[in-house]
């Protein structure tokens, strides 16, 4: 690689659709550097730039899905865009292929300003789900926050990542509860749960009936990733229920990571 010389793996991937797969990408220098659940890094590869007629580094931010405990081995759920220039080359590596993987991670998405006596909102469109897990798999079942519902909102029912797993943690833990919606299944599918988009889901009567979480600024905090349009929508509706954006000048209790 021009730029980055390889320095992983992609030791499994396992695929979703064919636009979206866990990718399992082991270090040479193992252990990866110790983070936070919420954090992020970066994958890198030289690929095909046809505007240029060349090979060119190209890295991008993934969140791990994994747990910091994990760091021989790192899971990442990714969406390969149309004509993403990375993500195009990362869905034609195969088991074995090297790659770049950014030895740093960054970020503050993470549950730092988040009180262990709160209630926490984990809200998640697509590929958002990833830094959920982490922390899921990190803290559940430790006292890390008084309830915690995970609303994760895809398209259609068999993009709902982790799926098994939610379900198995939201059965055997009480203080977590797993709130899926699939806004495009068809009319006819199977799909019994929720359809709406995640504005239409936070209603605090029905939201509080179904979850237990009071969605009030006072008990409970928010963490919102994915797609910045629904970030906006969603920060919207929050702000019309007393919520303000988190910042390290402004302590909220609303905190978001954009995709892109
Ligand atoms: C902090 C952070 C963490 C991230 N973690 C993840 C993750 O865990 N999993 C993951 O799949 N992605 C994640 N992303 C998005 C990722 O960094 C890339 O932007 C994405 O994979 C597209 O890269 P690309 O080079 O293929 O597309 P590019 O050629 O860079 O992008 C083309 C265009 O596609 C749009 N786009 C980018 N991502 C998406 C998307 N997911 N869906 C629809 N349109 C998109 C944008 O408008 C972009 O300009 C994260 C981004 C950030 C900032
Ligand atoms: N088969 C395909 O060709 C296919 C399938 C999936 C994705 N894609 C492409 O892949 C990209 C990523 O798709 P994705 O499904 O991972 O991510 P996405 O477009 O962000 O959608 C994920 C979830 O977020 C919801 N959402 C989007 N905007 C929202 C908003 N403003 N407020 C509330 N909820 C919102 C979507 O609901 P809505 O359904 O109501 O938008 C969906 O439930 C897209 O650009 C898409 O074109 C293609």
Same mark, same amino acid.
């Given at each position: 690689m021009s730029e980055q010389a390889a320095n992983a793996t992609l030791v499994?991937?396992?695929?979703?659709?064919?636009?979206?797969?866990?990718?399992?990408?082991?270090p040479d220098r193992a252990p990866f550097a110790s983070f936070e659940p919420g954090q992020f890094t970066n994958l890198g590869l030289e690929v095909f730039d046809r505007s240029?007629?060349?090979?060119?580094?190209?890295?991008?931010?993934?969140?791990?899905?994994?747990?910091p405990t994990q760091r021989e081995r790192l899971e990442f759920y990714v969406r390969r865009? +149309? %004509?993403?220039?990375?993500?195009?080359?990362?869905?034609e590596l195969r088991p074995g292929a090297r790659l770049w993987l950014d030895p740093a991670v960054y970020g503050r998405f993470t549950l730092e300003p988040v009180p262990a006596d709160r209630d926490v909102v984990f809200v998640a469109s697509g590929t958002g789900v990833a830094p959920y897990v982490s922390m899921l798999r990190s803290y559940a079942g430790r006292k890390r926050w008084?309830?915690?519902?995970?609303?994760?909102?895809?398209?259609? /029912?068999?993009?709902?990542?982790?799926?098994? /797993?939610?379900?198995?943690?939201a059965a055997r833990d009480p203080?977590?509860?797993?709130?899926?919606?699939?806004?495009?299944?068809?009319?006819?599918?199977?799909?019994? %749960?929720?359809?709406?988009?995640i504005p239409a889901l936070l209603e605090p009567d029905a939201f509080a009936?179904?979850?237990?979480?009071?969605?009030?600024?006072?008990?409970?905090?928010?963490?919102?990733?994915g797609?910045?349009?629904?970030?906006?929508?969603?920060?919207?509706?929050?702000?019309?229920l007393g919520f303000a954006?988190?910042?390290?000048?402004?302590?909220? +209790?609303?905190?978001?990571?954009?995709?892109?």
């Open positions: 499994e991937r396992r695929d979703v659709t064919d636009a979206l797969a866990y990718f399992f990408v082991a240029v007629g060349e090979r060119r580094f190209v890295r991008r931010a993934y969140s791990p899905g994994s747990a865009v +149309q %004509g993403g220039r990375l993500t195009e080359a990362l869905f008084r309830r915690a519902v995970l609303v994760e909102s895809v398209r259609e /029912e068999r993009e709902l990542g982790y799926r098994a /797993e939610l379900e198995a943690l203080s977590f509860v797993w709130l899926p919606t699939v806004t495009r299944a068809p009319e006819a599918s199977t799909w019994a %749960g929720s359809r709406v988009r009936r179904r979850t237990g979480v009071a969605l009030d600024p006072r008990t409970t905090h928010v963490l919102l990733c797609n910045p349009s629904m970030l906006a929508d969603v920060s919207a509706r929050l702000g019309e954006p988190h910042s390290r000048r402004a302590p909220g +209790q609303v905190h978001t990571e954009r995709y892109w």
